[in-house]
């Protein structure tokens, strides 16, 4: 009979293990099974057994339909799209994020019928020693290993969608709640640029229909009861939280969630920083973007976890301050080249990512690598003019000690440009220009004085500088020892002497100054003195006294002529007036002067004659000169000069500052309206081969007319050429003729003639550029000159196309919009 009644009790007990009771006289029956049990010793038999009971139950059972509640065909097609995209869709995950809620619900509910049942409950009152516990979290553990090892691909895309949905249901319920508060702020104090916060706040709700402009949404559901719900986000909201809830409870929480919810928060805090550095250097946002993660991504966790769990959240604080600091310190690296461009309105940016690179390791080197690899694309090509290569060099020097004050960075990442720069050949006149340029933002640098120069040892040494700098010592970086020259005193130097020391020689610079000086005196006699004189002075304190004694001189010279010339121009000197017209002379000291001006020029067209009626004022000039200065006389270099014009024609009046040469050839035309090249060649004692390229000037603005071959004709009558329109534009040019340059004075090249060079001259190289440009698309300055000497120029004198005439050809062409010019390169119009 006991036999029989342990039977029944087995039997009870293991048919309806998992069905609920419903009685109090279920309960009872089933105190009474386990008494019977116990009695008879079998109630360990029967915990193994419900064990295995509720392993064979959820695995052929429970979790296949627990992965039936999450069919993959309800997850968007378009998933990557929807949760990475910048506007976020809830109404296309809506549907899939209440399948996993059904789904973790279902299975919370099954876990709970086996775990936390009568059966079980009851089973561990009669067991000595034992714990509930214990075995429900045992329980747990069965249900995460078969969950595990069974697992779906598409599981985790309902995770991350479900996640993300959530976070954006947070931020915008957050955002509803500050709206309506009527101006009482809440804790998420994350900014007022949180713009997508902001903006929603104003919007429907992003789940609802019911929304009335101007008004919070607020659609109402109604129960059977008449009970007010809640509106969808709010509901989906608490939804939400409810399966974090059941996750948790399931021990399945952090399994479940952990990718998902990293991958979540790690998009939106790499979402929101980029929202904010797009474009985006004058305003500090470290702060506030970590004010954002403190308050809304943390306030996130906070939820999606257990607002007790202090630890794991305040971990999780740290490890998301520290990405955003990581995300924010690439994004700015990726945009150093434009930070640098716009400093010093990018200072706030350099600010925040000096911060980022004292936090995050590693980064030093990545934006050092990041700015060569910039300098080494967009600026250190022969495409980008030496001006803009400098200008960027100067900007870098200046922001990037405001992010490394040490100036190692400055040397790693300059230390390409310095040789780059050291291998061009203008370099050194586009520094002193740069210099003495009374609008060039390096003139501040040029008064700070004190020279720091290597060929002159006057760097101090660390021991030195430390000594003068003891209360703002910083110890290096640990990449200054990759620097190769890293003497402290040097990375600290002023902007001059860093531009200086591309050479580590002042020669360069104070020879260059001197070609410069003369350049701008030559050109223009009234140039202001005063001003140059002034530059000289700053840069005697760099360069040294001595070296820049024969400028002072130069300086001396202009002084004393426009002196000289007040007194006899003003006719002072009653035995000497102009009878026609009134000249200025400059003295100069000739071996104060560079060589190179060809003061003593061996050139053919150095023998030019000129009208007589400027023989005779030259002759008044110099008759009064010794007048003034019984000892000396002046010795004339004619082809140096300029002269000031007024053409009179039929029916215009005509302006023009050129050079005597220039001027010769049309006072020629003074004396009868038609010339063989050979006839004026003999006139005014010029080789035909320099005059054919001199009249070529005043053919191009309509003046003189070539009939046919070797004869030309003064034009009267603007009517007479054919191309009486484009005269008009080329009598419009912005500069006139007369401006020196340095090929000006190399050669047979006179002053103006690097001007000079006019369409017949390029007639015959026009095809070559062409077809240049035709094969090989675009092409720099540089390199269609150096291709026409190639091939173009083979047995002709090379001095006839300088690289600055074929600038103004090609310039020519891109205002008859037969060439594009972008970026530094020419290309032929698509």
């Keep these: 009979m006991a036999i029989e009644k342990l039977d029944y009790c087995w039997s009870y007990l293991t048919e309806n293990y998992a069905k609920k009771a419903q009685t109090v006289a279920d309960c009872d029956r089933v105190n009474e099974a386990f008494v019977v049990l116990k009695r008879n010793d079998f109630l360990d038999y029967y915990k193994e057994w419900y064990f295995e009971a509720f392993r064979e139950r959820f695995a052929n059972t429970v979790i296949p339909c627990f992965w039936q509640k999450l069919p993959q065909s309800t997850l968007p097609r378009d998933l990557s799209a929807i949760i990475h995209h910048s506007d976020f869709s809830l109404q296309s995950a809506n549907d899939a994020c209440s399948k996993l809620f059904e789904a973790v619900a279902y299975l919370n509910d099954e876990f709970n019928d086996s775990a936390k049942n009568v059966f079980v409950e009851s089973l561990f009152e009669f067991l000595d020693n034992e714990s509930l516990t214990s075995f429900q979290s045992r329980l747990r553990s069965l249900l995460k290993a078969l969950i595990l090892s069974n697992i779906h691909l598409h599981f985790n895309d309902y995770v991350l969608l479900t996640y993300c949905c959530g976070f954006c249901l947070f931020r915008h319920l957050r955002a509803q709640e500050k709206h309506s508060s009527a101006g009482n702020r809440m804790i998420d104090d994350d900014d007022e640029a949180d713009s997508e916060a902001e903006s929603n706040a104003d919007a429907k709700c992003i789940l609802c229909d019911g929304w009335i402009e101007g008004q919070i949404s607020e659609e109402v559901y109604f129960a059977e009861d008449g009970e007010k719900e809640l509106c969808k986000c709010q509901r989906t909201m608490n939804l939400f939280i409810e399966m974090n809830s059941q996750l948790k409870e399931l ?108 936090k995050c390791h590693g980064f030093r080197q990545k934006v050092i690598k990041s700015l060569k690899d910039s300098f080494e694309i967009r600026l250190l090509h022969p495409g980008v003019a030496t001006n803009d290569i400098l200008t960027a060099y100067i900007q870098a020097i200046k922001s990037l000690r405001v992010l490394d004050p040490s100036g190692v960075i400055l040397q790693l990442v300059c230390d390409p440009v310095k040789k780059y720069l050291k291998s061009r050949d203008d370099t050194v006149r586009c520094i002193i220009t740069a210099l003495t340029d009374e609008n060039s933002e390096l003139i501040p640098e040029l008064v700070k004085g004190a020279p720091q120069s290597v060929e002159d040892g006057t760097c101090q040494s660390d021991d030195e500088y430390m000594a003068d700098n003891w209360q703002n010592w910083q110890p290096d970086p640990v990449d200054a020892a990759n620097v190769a020259f890293s003497s402290k005193s040097i990375r600290s130097s002023d902007i001059v002497s860093i531009l200086v020391n591309i050479y580590e020689s002042k020669d360069l610079f104070v020879e260059e100054y001197q070609r410069l000086l003369a350049q701008k005196f030559l050109s223009n006699f009234d140039c202001n003195v005063d001003h140059e004189r002034r530059n000289l002075e700053l840069l005697t304190l760099r360069f040294g006294e001595s070296d820049l004694h024969a400028c002072e001189v130069m300086l001396q010279d202009m002084t004393s002529s426009k002196r000289l010339d007040n007194r006899i121009n003003s006719g002072e000197i009653e035995a000497h007036h102009f009878k026609k017209f009134p000249i200025k002379c400059l003295v100069l000291s000739e071996q104060f002067w560079p060589e190179k001006f060809g003061l003593q020029s061996n050139d053919e067209a150095s023998k030019i004659k000129l009208p007589s009626d400027v023989e005779e004022a030259i002759d008044t000039y110099t008759k009064a000169f010794e007048t003034i200065k019984p000892s000396r006389t002046l010795f004339w270099t004619p082809f140096l000069g300029s002269v000031e014009l007024e053409l009179e024609f039929k029916d215009r009046k005509l302006s023009f500052t050129v050079t005597p040469i220039h001027a010769c050839i049309i006072y020629q035309f003074q004396e009868k309206k038609s010339w063989l090249i050979s006839e004026l060649s003999q006139s005014i004692s010029v080789p035909t081969q320099v005059l054919r390229r001199k009249i070529s000037y005043w053919q191009n603005r309509g003046i003189l007319k070539e009939v046919k071959s070797d004869k030309f004709i003064l034009v009267e009558d603007i009517g007479q050429t054919d191309d009486a329109e484009n005269q008009a534009d080329k009598m419009n040019v912005e500069e006139e003729y007369c401006a020196y340059d340095e090929d000006s004075f190399d050669g047979d090249i006179q002053p103006g003639s690097s001007r000079d060079v006019g369409e017949d001259k390029f007639r015959i190289y026009w095809s070559f550029i062409e077809n240049m440009l035709t094969n090989l698309n675009s092409l720099p300055l540089e390199r269609i000159h150096t291709m026409l000497q190639m091939f173009a120029l083979q047995g002709t004198n090379s001095n006839e196309l300088s690289v600055q005439s074929l600038r103004q050809f090609l310039d020519s062409k891109v205002r008859d919009q037969k060439l594009i010019f972008s970026g530094g390169l020419y290309r032929l119009p698509s």
Excluded at 287 to 307: A, C, H
Excluded at 308 to 320: D, G, I
């Design 251 to 358: 021990d399945l929480l952090e399994v479940v969630n952990e990718d998902a919810v990293a991958s979540v928060t790690h998009s939106f805090i790499e979402k929101k920083i980029r929202e904010k550095c797009q474009g985006n250097f004058d305003v500090l946002c470290i702060k506030s973007l970590e004010d954002w993660v403190r308050v809304t991504i943390v306030g996130w966790l906070e939820i999606v976890y257990d607002k007790e769990n202090k630890q794991m959240t305040k971990n999780s604080e740290e490890r998301l301050i520290h990405f955003m600091y990581e995300t924010y310190a690439q994004i700015r690296t990726d945009q150093m080249f434009d930070i640098i461009v716009e400093y010093p309105e990018s200072e706030p940016a350099l600010e925040d990512l000096k911060e980022c690179l004292q």
